[in-house]
């Protein structure tokens, strides 16, 4: 050793060192203050030797690395520290050096960094909205507290014919007719005291005053807007001229159309009117002289005139046969037109269906036993329907003729009646001829009837069905059927039972 000192080299050493040299016991109380951490931290060795360590820092778990750490200095003076542990024997050794200036260098530069950051973002919002300004398809104006303008875009110039020098800066009354001029100023003075953002259209009828006086109609939205530098308004404003037109424009059809419509109304009813008198003469026109007919036929018939040969008794039986017909389809048309023009009061009652069904087969019974044709009906229980008895009749009879009619000699028809949903649902089938499936429907439309199959099967009207549909609906039930060709028709309606 070349000292003869060596305690006090490592003394002169410690304290010339840039960095602070501080050693704790294990009971972490300063034993060693160099000069260096006075000079970094503040504090003294005299105010250090002894005492915890005046810093409220965490020591880092492992030894000889870097952490770098903020503390606070005697009296409170902000310090960056760069800070290394070692062991001694005693407990442990912190190397403190004073990195402040660099970090604060660090700090600033960061600082300068953002601020030109913002400055940029500022700058392409700035940007930003000066595009979203000129591609809006409404004009747009920012007008500050006392009514001057302070921003506008291109369309704004167009609308109102002015240069955009010529409008920046001057009051926002310009824009507006002469005659509410004054108002305007005193509605602009009143937002003020009550801010609030308005849609476009909810105001009065507005208008706007181009350059050369003339004016036109706006839709305005407001909202108000509070920046750095103070209060302002923006206001969107939205030329109205063509829409207003194309409204004027279809209110005028409209109104047309409707009067049109009126008109068409009328006539159509004229036309009902005209058609009920119509049938309503017909059947009068057209039944008298057939009763003629047939009343005369009838008196030929019973030859109390004098013999007829055989010849004239078949052309009699003919004449009396068409005439029936004819009758009976004049007959059906007006029952039909009745129904359709909804002149048909239905006179309902509690009706025992069964004993209907006993009515109406007493008085169809005779054309099934000519053909030889047995009619059975299954009625587990009596029902009781809420119908018109001679509509329900009809149906009824429609029913069972057709069946009768349409199944040859021999057949078997069979009426079932059950209960069904607050509903009696009749059933009439046959084992005749049948219908095609593809007939199913268009044979409740009205002269509808089934091409080849009725030929020869007597004549009909091809209005028994149409009838017999509107007649179920109108008592409030639907009408269905299933059927075959060859292997017979099944016909099922249904009438609302009598509530209990
Ligand atoms: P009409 O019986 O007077 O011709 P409808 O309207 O009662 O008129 O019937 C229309 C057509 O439906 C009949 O012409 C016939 O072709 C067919 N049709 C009706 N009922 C039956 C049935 N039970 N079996 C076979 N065909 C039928």
Redesign the pocket.
Known sequence: MPFENPGKFLETLLDALPFGIVALDHAGLVQLWSFGAQRILGWTEEEAIGRPLPLDIRLPDRNHEDAEIHVLGREGRAIDLDLRTAHWEKGRILILTDVSQRVSAEREMQGLRERELTARTQMHAERRFRELLEAAPDGIIEVDREGHILTLNMVTEKMFGYRREELLGQPVELLVPEDVRRQHAGHRAGYWSHPVTRPMGSGLALYGRRKNGSSFPVEISLSPVISDDGFRVTAIIRDITERKQSEERLQALQKQYTSELELRNREIEQANRLKSEFLANMSHELRTPLHTVIGFAELLAEETKGPLNPSQKRFIDHIHKDAQHLLALINEILDLSKIEAGRVQLQREALDIGAVLEDVLSSIGSQGAAKSIGIETNIPAPLSVNGDHMRVKQILY?LLS??V??TPEGGRVLVEIIGVDGFAQVSVS?T????PAAEHNS?FDKF???GA??IGMGE???????ITKRLVEEHGGRIWLI?EPGKG?R?TFTLPLVAK
């Open positions: 429609n057709n069946a009619k349409f046959d005749g001829i049948g219908i044979i509808h009837q089934v199959t009725t009909g009207t091809g209005l028994g069905l149409p059927s028709s016909f």
